[in-house]
């Protein structure tokens, strides 16, 4: 691999890997055509989900077309309301937004960011159909309180795992604590497929099939040995020798290729590495920045697995500099790509739009006036890490 100097380390906030695996997987699909769905679409939906312990996996083409085939699995739609976090991608909400269900923001833990079980409960009405809690940064929401929440009130769980791949809670993976899961293959994800690509997660049998129809148009295809065929005497001898289709919906094309497959099977062999050496980088910051002054390190879950996705300061309420003064003398003085991941979905343009405004998630607005998020990922070398600490501590 390449030297990659200190600074460019930390000019990017993420840090994707490909090698020759990848490359030869690569060569391996062009030198076969390179279909769309093809074996290693398929190869690699069997190995996701062996990996995560659930019934079945579908690649998607993003986590944005994941959720929204969660939501049209479920069937929402207009009149529907869909309970998840403020502190995500907006991609988490407009997915389902775009299918006209109401958005209700729920408010969350102070300590992690995650989802508050006990505001949960008191946003859920008769038209609530799904809750999406995300596991932010790449630390697993609070389950058990979560799936009590939905449990009870006999709503779906769609866990949007787009930052912890690979993430455990009480020992199991995620993507396969709620109903569904889904994931985020982009580039910026601890892994990739080429740019884009997603995963879709489930052990319901109804839920996969019709994830499986919607993906691809709600088309179904029979072939000449079909058996309707032959019961049908109507049917034109062109027909039964020939192929038909039938649409149960309106359906979309949100099918994976092979070419992306291939590179995410390689990827998914490597996972397990890559998390491990975030966790580490994660421990060696922490064990730098530990009793600094004014900044609180993330907390970590003691019963789970964390994939730091991201590395989440705070700023204390008297802290020398504003945050916003803190994160430019960081990027503009030292080139490291700080961000606050990210800005409260329902203060933004589209969402204020539809009636969403300041009070409606208290903790959550106090702690992004706070909140700071490092990059973290497996190119940063010790040497980079000393320098993000010195960097930090330099301005505490
Ligand atoms: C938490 C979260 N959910 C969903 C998404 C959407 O993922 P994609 O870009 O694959 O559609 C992202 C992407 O950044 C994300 O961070």
């Known amino acids: 691999m390449e030297k990659i100097t200190i600074k460019h380390e930390l000019e990017t906030a993420y840090g994707n890997i490909y090698g020759k695996e990848e490359e030869e997987a690569l060569i391996g699909v062009l030198r076969n055509g390179a279909p769309s769905c093809g074996k290693k679409v398929k190869a690699f939906e069997d190995a996701f989900a062996a990996y995560c312990g659930t019934r079945y996996a579908l690649t998607v083409t993003s986590a944005t077309t994941g959720l929204t085939l969660a939501g049209l699995a479920l069937g929402i739609g207009p009149g529907d309301e869909v309970i998840t976090t403020p502190l995500s991608w907006i991609a988490t909400s407009t997915a389902f937004s775009a299918l006209g269900a109401t958005l209700k923001f729920c408010d969350v833990d102070p300590k992690t960011l995650n989802l508050d079980p006990v505001h949960l409960e008191k946003l859920i009405t008769p038209r609530t159909k799904a809750i999406v809690p995300v596991h932010l940064f790449g630390q697993c929401c609070d389950m058990d309180g979560i799936m009590g929440v939905a449990e009870k009130h006999g709503v779906k769980v769609i866990e949007d795992c787009a930052h912890n791949p690979g993430g455990e809670y009480k020992g199991r993976k995620s993507g396969s604590l709620g109903h569904m899961g889904v994931f985020s293959f982009h580039q910026q994800k601890n892994m990739c497929t080429l740019g884009e690509g997603g995963m879709f997660t489930t052990s319901d049998r109804t839920l996969f099939e019709k994830v499986l129809s919607y993906r691809s148009l709600c088309c179904r295809i029979y072939g000449p040995s079909d058996k309707y065929l ?20 309106i359906g979309y094309n949100f099918r994976m ?15 397990d590495t890559f998390n491990t050496m975030r966790r580490e980088r994660a421990a060696k910051l922490s064990n730098m920045l530990g009793g600094v002054k004014g900044i609180t390190l993330p907390w970590i879950y003691p019963e789970g697995k964390h994939t730091f996705h991201l590395y989440m300061i705070q700023l204390a309420k008297d802290f020398p500099l504003s945050k916003a003064d803190f994160m430019w003398e960081l990027y503009t003085k030292k080139g490291i790509k700080v961000w606050s991941h990210y800005m409260p979905i329902h203060l933004t343009d589209p969402y204020r739009a539809r009636g969403h405004k300041e009070g409606e998630c208290p903790v959550l607005e106090e702690a992004v006036k706070h909140h700071v998020t490092l990059p973290m990922h497996p190119r940063l070398t010790d040497e980079a890490l000393t320098y993000m600490a010195d960097a930090v501590k330099s301005l505490c």
């Open 230 to 249: 032959s019961i049908d005497e109507s049917v034109h001898p062109m027909e039964k020798e020939y192929w038909k289709l039938f649409f149960d919906d």
């Open 257 to 271: 290729t092979d070419a992306q497959a291939a590179v995410g099977l390689e990827q998914l062999k490597k996972l």
